[in-house]
């Protein structure tokens, strides 16, 4: 099985007081990447993907939403549909979050599992940081097994250029479980990110300490729209 996803920067939001919020507020994203790279680990064997979620946000720092991917074929399934829920609330600078995502592959059978996540972030000095930490219970999608997989990310704006704002961002996550590929697993990652008009262009870096065709260092180029 590849190693499939659930936090992704597409659901990232700056931390936000709920007095700031409406009380409900629909999302919606698209994108179209060079490779799915998910914790280093190309889920679409090397080719293009497209993306795309929607997102509801509700009181009391409550969000749900349904996002998904193309992917190489798993299972008989050529699309990975992730169920995500959450709970977040505001402590000082501190943003802490819990909750869940539901991975499915439409057409697999024995493949379908879930994962809890806890995340804290806060803005350091120039940088917005976020650590975080993902558990999947043993359970039949991931054969009986477990799996973990912890993360540290930081992102900086760095001002415009010719009116277009830039930001850098860098990534470290260690896994260690069924997703691990035999071994203890780290991964890294640098993105450099244009908006303009609404949409994201990026381009990246990402890398593993395991060398295979799925793993290898690689360009990563992304455009997105958010709604």
């Not at 300490?209 to 709604?227: D, E, G, Q, Y």
């Amino acid at each position: 099985m590849a190693c499939a996803g659930h936090a992704h920067d597409a659901w990232a939001q700056a931390p936000q007081t709920e007095q700031k919020l409406p009380k409900y507020a629909i999302s919606a994203n698209v994108a179209l990447v060079s490779d799915y790279v998910f914790r280093g680990v190309s889920l679409s064997d090397n080719d293009f993907a497209l993306q795309g979620g929607v997102n509801l946000a509700a009181p009391h720092g409550i969000n749900a939403g349904v996002w998904a991917s193309s992917i190489e074929t798993l299972g008989g399934s050529e699309l990975e549909v992730d169920l995500l829920a959450s709970k977040s609330l505001q402590l000082g600078k501190t943003e802490l979050a819990f909750g869940g995502t539901g991975y499915i592959y439409p057409g697999s059978t024995g493949l379908n599992y879930g994962e809890g996540s806890f995340t804290a972030s806060r803005p350091v000095g120039p940088l917005d940081v976020t650590i975080g930490a993902l558990y999947a219970l043993q359970q039949r999608g991931l054969s009986g097994r477990d799996n973990f997989y912890g993360f540290i990310n930081a992102a900086a704006p760095l001002g415009e250029f010719h009116g277009v704002p830039f930001t850098l961002a860098t990534s470290f996550g260690h896994e260690s479980g069924f997703f691990d590929l035999g071994q203890q697993k780290y991964d890294w990652s640098l993105k450099l990110t244009a908006s303009k008009f609404g949409f994201d262009i990026s381009v990246g870096y990402t890398d593993t300490n395991i060398k295979s065709r799925n793993t290898k260092a690689r360009a990563v180029f992304s455009i997105s729209r958010s709604f």
